[in-house]
């Protein structure tokens, strides 16, 4: 073996051994995040008859969510970049589990609307935080495999969130005098309160901190990491200016926002809906056949990721997936009312979404400098949340007003072209494809 086989060989282990202490834990928290942010779509289903809740005032809720956490999205991630992931991970968890909590108790519209806004501002900072802490540990050559096994999580959230969400209203109905979608939200914010007190003495901030690697295996991560990538030195003015300032940011955004987001709406909190509209009315059989388009998502999306970082190229492989995501939307119009084929196309919007969302967070931190990501990587997201606060009202005003998904979802996939089009204008070639070198045959 040569020593640059050895030298590989040695990094190859030292970031599979930090990926095994990191991401089964982050992978959990981002299972119950995407649980307790999506448990509403079928809660949903119940309490529009209990609350009299209608299509338009559940599209506000779910929309006000996102504008708590564009309130707070920001400050969060500076807060996290100045005092570290275990605090701020940690408060993120337990109040939005607490919130989650509080939501059983909602009595109308009015108070559906504070409890979604506090949730927004509460988990505010959890997913970029997560983002930007793996940039800590892991170097570019290793990100979008390392992205898409946390993001895998919202992949296994809609393949257990369905039926455990189903089968907790179905069942737990009725006990101590709730209704079901009372206790689905009582369950839900539970483990995040559990999580959060845990992660404060399982993660380390840095690799620096990490008590559980050798001194050998931390200079191995500092001899791969990106030198400048600390940035805890840069003044917070000079970095919100310099980073709000960066046009490519702003483009960066702007696809998340329609490429992303939007498709994530539709994945998110429609589905249940759309599967209902197509026919499937029994609630249990409804939450099984929605986990179904998430198990082929995962693989097709750990396939995409593992494709990318071999090849050393984002922008093609964000654009495919983004592309699948369009025409499964440009389809189901089509096939509403008929289960099978609407599974069909549900699970090639699912595919894209989740391969178009694990290469795009892989992106941003390559063409951003290192004292820029933390406010970088919120404000894409903040834009994101913007996507999220207007894209269930327009879909929930245009099924309220015609009838059906079809105007909604012609419209919603027109945007996400958009968005894949941005990026790939925006992005040359060069930058897209980073200054990393590819890893053949790696397997971290």
């Known amino acids: 073996m040569s020593a640059d086989d050895l030298s590989l060989a040695t990094q190859n282990a030292v970031f599979r051994r930090i990926a095994w202490r990191l991401m089964p834990f982050l992978f959990a928290c981002l299972v119950f995040n995407w649980l307790d942010r999506v448990a509403i779509s079928f809660a949903h289903l119940q309490f529009r008859q209990d609350l009299g809740i209608t299509d338009t005032v559940f599209g506000l809720s779910v929309g006000l969510f996102s504008a708590g956490y564009l309130l707070c999205e920001i400050p969060s991630n500076l807060v996290l970049e100045r005092f570290g992931a275990r605090r701020s991970l940690a408060r993120i968890m337990i109040l939005w589990g607490i919130v989650t909590i509080s939501m059983a108790f909602v009595q109308g519209p009015y108070s559906l609307y504070l409890t979604r806004t506090l949730l927004g501002m509460a988990e505010a ?80 901030d840095r690799p620096a901190d990490a008590h559980w690697l050798s001194p050998e295996d931390r200079a191995t991560v500092q001899q791969a990491l990106e030198p400048a990538q600390d940035g805890r030195g840069v003044v917070l003015k000079s970095t919100l200016r310099d ?143 913007i996507g999220s606060i207007l ?17 909604a979802l012609t419209t919603v996939s027109v945007l996400v072209a958009l968005g894949v089009l941005i990026l790939l204008r925006c992005t040359a070639p060069s930058s897209a494809r980073r200054s990393f070198s590819p890893l053949p045959d790696a397997k971290s």
């Open 125 to 204: 900072g959890f997913f970029p935080g997560v983002i930007l802490y793996l940039t800590y540990w892991f170097p570019d050559a290793y990100r979008a495999r390392i992205t898409s096994r946390f993001i895998m999580a919202i992949a296994v959230c809609g393949i257990v969130g369905g039926p455990v969400s189903t089968w907790i209203m179905m069942h737990l109905a009725g006990a101590w005098g709730w209704h079901g979608w009372q206790w689905l939200f009582m369950v839900d914010g539970l483990p995040p309160v559990l999580a959060g007190l845990l992660a404060y003495r399982w993660l380390s």
């Open 391 to 407: 894209t269930p009202v327009m879909i929930g005003f245009l099924k309220s007003r015609l009838g059906g998904f079809e105007a």
């Open 243 to 385: 980073a709000l300032a960066n046009r490519t940011l702003w483009l960066l955004s702007l696809s998340y926002c329609l490429t992303i987001m939007c498709t994530g709406n539709v994945v998110n909190f429609w589905v249940p809906s759309i599967l209902r509209a197509s026919g499937v009315q029994d609630l249990q059989t409804l939450g099984n056949l929605s986990a179904l388009p998430h198990v082929i998502g995962i693989g097709a999306m750990l396939l995409a990721c593992r494709s990318s970082d071999r090849k050393g190229e984002r922008r093609w492989h964000f654009s495919a997936g983004g592309g699948l995501a369009v025409l499964g939307m440009l389809l189901l119009p089509w096939s509403l009312h008929h289960a099978a084929l609407t599974m069909v196309f549900l699970t090639l919007m699912v595919c894209g979404y989740l391969i178009a969302t694990a290469i795009f967070w892989s992106i941003p931190a390559t063409l951003l400098p290192a004292g820029e990501r933390a406010v970088g990587l919120a404000v894409i997201n903040c834009a994101g949340q």
